[in-house]
């Protein structure tokens, strides 16, 4: 695992370089992924400030290794696409005009949409299927029941997925995050 571990070092054009001319390099580029979970959170952050050149947010350790992971594949296989990138950039340009956004959310969740949401410190991940939504190993026919299984109380599943959006304290939306996959 040292070894491994050291790998996690390597500059991020050398990562995707090797990713990006054989299989040996995306299996490397899985071990890197694998190896976070091994660092220390001092390692954690300082494993951020390399691949982001800035401070670290104020995450949990899980959401830190996923951020991170995300950008060492983002290094490798290229970012969010053109259409999503302008999406972004005008809701930010709303957010600067009007103060706050309003996200319509897609409706239709399709198989293979991941659903995320953070719950008391811990991410919950479903993955919609042909049959229902799959969690934690299970099948589950509804989002309410998963989010009762998460909470051990009674929630609109859409809701607490982020699929229907709540009126929060300050006018703006409320919305958990979908990752169309």
């Known amino acids: 695992m040292a070894a491994v571990r050291n790998r996690t070092h390597l500059s991020a054009r050398d990562t995707a370089t090797a990713v990006a001319t054989n ?20 390692q954690l952050r300082d494993e951020w400030r390399r691949l982001y050149r800035g401070q670290p947010p104020r995450l949990s350790r899980d959401l830190l290794i ?9 290094l490798v296989y290229g970012g969010l696409s053109k259409a999503t990138q ?26 293979g949409t991941r659903l995320v949401r ?18 934690a190993g299970r099948t589950f026919p509804s ?8 909470t051990g109380a009674h ?14 304290s300050n006018g703006s939306l409320d919305t958990g995050e979908v990752v169309h996959g």
């Open 118 to 135: 953070e719950w008391r410190g811990r991410t919950h991940t479903v993955v919609v299927t042909e049959d229902g939504f799959e969690y």
């Open 143 to 150: 989002l309410t029941k998963i989010a009762h299984a998460i």
């Open 86 to 111: 302008r999406k972004l950039d005008a809701l930010t340009k709303e957010l600067r005009v009007k103060g706050s956004i309003v996200i319509t959310p897609d409706k239709s969740v399709r198989p």
């Open 155 to 168: 929630w609109s599943g859409p809701r607490f997925f982020g699929l229907i959006p709540k009126p929060a």
């Open 23 to 42: 299989s040996t390099g995306r299996h490397e580029l899985s071990q890197r992924i694998a190896a976070l979970n091994e660092l220390t959170a001092q």
């Open 66 to 74: 996923r951020t991170i992971a995300y950008r060492m594949q983002e």
